[in-house]
T-cell receptor
Framework: GEQVEQLPSILRVQEGSSASINCTYE??????FPWYKQEPGENPKLIID?????ERKQTQGLIVLLDKKAKRFSLHITDTQPGDSAMYFC?????????????FGTGTSLLVDP | AQTIHQWPVAEIKAVGSPLSLGCTIK??????LYWYWQATGGTLQQLFY??????VESVVQLNLSASRPKDDQFILSTEKLLLSHSGFYLC???????????FGEGSRLIVV
């Protein structure tokens, strides 16, 4: 099966700075990479995703990069705000209709200091 | 619009007692359905998935079982709870042919 490593486990930044979270995966067949944000006591919410036919995707202050050769993908939050403080999970999945093979990373706790 | 409802929101149960958690999806026909478990501060561990009514696949054995009695309903249960069953149980759905998951609000379980 797939293994997803996520670093760092804890990230603390100043408001207005950028934050970066990195994930690596093992299965070269993986082709779908979502990112979820989970606030305390709540369910995870999809914030951005990227498929293997892209190297970069950007939406509303979020950038994801995918390096298929290195089997690495990353989330970059630009101009962080206190509301960005949460747990972030990366995940990887292979193939179409393979949601049942979505493997999550171990999570990053992001704290944005005002 | 699709809605996903999980019940109960939270439960405190005794070791050895039975458990039943439910999930209902409205607004989508024949979705793929999933159960995930999350320990406090932990990652999301997939437990079961179902592509169609009556068919459930187990991903991890945790002395739990799942059933899909209706197209829009997914049930997680056990006859005897263990302390290790404590955590946050999340139901999720995806469209057939897609792998984007959308999570329900979750059911928090404390086993004492």
């Amino acid at each position: 099966g797939e293994q997803v490593e996520q670093l760092p486990s804890i990230l603390r930044v100043q408001e207005g700075s950028s934050a970066s979270i990195n994930c690596t995966y093992e299965n070269s067949a993986s082709n779908y990479f979502p990112w979820y944000k989970q606030e305390p006591g709540e369910n995870p919410k999809l914030i951005i995703d990227i498929r293997s036919n892209m190297e970069r995707k950007q939406t509303q202050g979020l950038i994801v990069l995918l390096d298929k050769k290195a089997k690495r993908f990353s989330l970059h939050i630009t101009d962080t705000q206190p509301g960005d403080s949460a747990m972030y999970f990366c995940a990887a999945s292979e193939g179409k209709n393979m949601g049942y093979k979505l493997t999550f990373g171990t999570g990053t706790s992001l704290l944005v200091d005002p | 619009a699709q809605t996903i409802h999980q019940w109960p929101v939270a439960e405190i149960k005794a070791v050895g007692s039975p458990l039943s958690l439910g999930c209902t999806i409205k607004g989508k026909s024949s979705p793929n359905l999933y159960w995930y478990w999350q320990a406090t501060g932990g990652t999301l561990q997939q437990l079961f998935y179902s592509i169609t009514v009556g068919q459930v696949e187990s991903v991890v054995q945790l002395n739990l079982s799942a059933s899909r009695p209706k197209d829009d309903q997914f049930i997680l249960s056990t006859e005897k709870l263990l302390l290790s069953h404590s955590g946050f149980y999340l139901c999720a759905w995806s469209l057939p042919g897609e792998n984007t998951l959308y999570f329900g609000e979750g059911s928090r379980l404390i086993v004492v």
